[in-house]
């Protein structure tokens, strides 16, 4: 989720850090999404390439999730 120092620590919840709350209804992975957010994916990890300053994540787009209510507002 985040790319800190913190980032990837189990015993850091980056989420309360962040100030976002987390929703764990997914319809295909375990990995929590930020519940207010209008749209989110659940994407399963394709591949992880190391860069000497970054690690670039892909990965497949499994599910879509769409609030129209909150689309809408924005």
């Keep these: 989720m985040a790319g800190g120092l913190e980032s990837g620590k189990p015993e850091v919840d980056e989420f ?8 764990s209804d ?12 209008p749209a989110q994916f659940e994407c399963r990890l ?3 390439v190391e860069y000497p300053r970054y690690t670039l994540v892909a990965g497949e787009v499994v599910a879509f999730h769409l609030d129209r209510q909150r689309s809408e507002e924005h």
């Design 16 to 23: 309360k850090a962040a100030g976002l709350d987390a929703v």
């Design 26 to 37: 997914n319809l295909v992975v375990r990995a929590p999404r930020v519940r207010n957010s």
């Design 46 to 48: 394709e591949r992880m």
